[in-house]
C-alpha cells in the first residue's frame, strides 16, 4: 500500500517532459481569488460603506501597459454586498498601497493624508538641494546638530541609568537614615520653638494680670486646682469680703407657720356654698 502523502515521485527512465501536451491560455486571463477589502470604501451607486476586512471573491487581472520599475500592477474587480456593482481597484507599488479605480471612493483617512504631505515636503527638498548647494550645505548642517543633540541626550540617559544601577541597598539605607535623623533634629527644633511660644504666652498673661490688679486695687489670687481637690470657696474671695463671711456668719431664714383658724382647729367641716343658677336657664329646664 502506498502513502497517502507522497512527497517523492517515480520518473520512468524513459521521461520526456517536452512530449507533455500544454494547454494554451489567453494572455490576460482572469483569476478567481478570495480576498479582503484593502480599505474602507463607499459605493458610488447606493452609498453603500464597505469596511476594511470585508471578504469578497474577486476576479485578478494584469494591468496592461503600466508597470513601476518591472513590478506588475493588477487589478481587482469585486461587486458592493447591496446593489451589487462592479467595483474595481488596482495596487499601487510605488506607496504600497492600494488605488480605488471605478465604482467606489475611498473614505478619508488623516493618517493617509499626513504621509502623502511629508513625502511631499521631502520631495521639494531633494529638488531645492539640487538647484542650490548653499541650501543643501545648510540642511546637512542643521541635521548635523540634531543628530549631536540627540547623542548627547542619549548619552546623559545612559549615565543616569548607570549611576542608578550603582546604587546599592547599603547606600539607600544610610540614605534612609539621614533622612530620619533630619526629621527628628526637625522636630526638636518645632518642640523647642513651641516651648518658647508657651513661655512668651506665660510672661503675656502675668503682665495683663498684674495691670488688672493696679487697676482694681485690690488682689486677685489664681489658684489651680490641684490633685483632684476643689479649693476652698473662702480663699477665692476678697479680703473685705472674706471679713464680711467671718462676721455675720449666714443664718437660713425661719420656716413660716400655716394659718390655722377656729373651726379648723376643733374640727369642723365647712361646706362649700354652690353658686345660684341663672335666671334663664331655671326658666329652659
Known amino acids: 500500500m502506498s502513502e497517502r502523502k507522497v512527497l517523492n515521485k517515480y520518473y520512468p527512465p524513459d521521461f520526456d517532459p517536452s512530449k507533455i501536451p500544454r494547454g494554451k491560455r489567453p494572455k490576460n486571463s482572469q483569476q478567481v ?3 479582503m477589502a484593502p ?5 458610488n451607486t447606493c452609498g453603500e460603506y464597505i469596511y476594511k476586512g470585508k471578504k469578497f471573491n474577486a476576479r485578478k487581472e494584469t494591468v496592461d501597459g503600466e508597470d513601476y520599475f518591472g513590478i506588475r500592477i493588477f487589478r ?4 458592493c454586498t447591496l446593489c451589487s456593482a462592479e467595483i474595481t481597484f488596482k495596487t499601487d507599488p510605488k506607496n504600497t498601497d492600494y488605488l480605488a479605480e471605478h465604482g467606489a471612493s475611498r473614505n478619508f483617512e488623516p493618517w493617509r493624508e499626513e504621509r502623502i504631505a511629508n513625502e511631499e515636503d521631502r520631495l521639494a527638498k531633494m529638488e531645492e538641494e539640487e538647484n542650490n548647494p548653499m541650501r543643501a550645505l545648510e540642511n546637512r548642517t542643521v541635521d548635523s546638530k540634531r543628530e549631536m543633540d540627540i547623542l548627547d541626550a542619549l548619552q ?3 549615565a543616569r541609568n548607570a549611576r542608578n544601577e550603582r546604587v546599592d541597598d547599603q547606600a539607600i539605607q544610610d540614605m534612609l537614615a539621614r533622612r530620619l535623623e533630619e526629621e527628628e533634629l526637625d522636630e526638636d527644633e518645632e ?7 508657651d513661655e512668651e504666652d506665660q510672661k503675656e498673661a502675668e503682665k495683663v494680670f498684674s495691670k488688672l490688679e493696679t487697676d482694681a486695687g485690690g ?7 490641684a490633685d483632684g481637690e476643689a479649693p476652698d470657696l473662702k480663699s477665692l474671695l476678697s479680703e473685705s469680703s472674706r471679713a464680711l463671711v467671718d ?8 420656716a413660716k407657720k400655716p394659718k390655722t383658724t377656729l373651726a379648723s382647729s ?5 361646706a362649700k356654698r354652690r353658686p345660684a343658677p341663672l335666671a334663664g336657664s331655671s326658666k329652659a329646664s
Not at 39 to 43: K, L, V
Not at 266 to 270: A, F, N, P, R, V
Open 156 to 158: 546623559d540617559i545612559r
Open 33 to 35: 481569488v478570495r480576498l
Open 247 to 254: 462676721t455675720s456668719p449666714m443664718q437660713p431664714p425661719a
Open 76 to 79: 481587482f474587480y469585486i461587486k
Open 39 to 43: 480599505f474602507s470604501m463607499r459605493c
Open 266 to 270: 376643733l374640727g369642723i367641716k365647712t
Open 219 to 225: 488682689k486677685v489670687t489664681l489658684k489651680r486646682k
Open 191 to 197: 518642640t523647642k520653638q513651641r516651648r518658647l511660644w
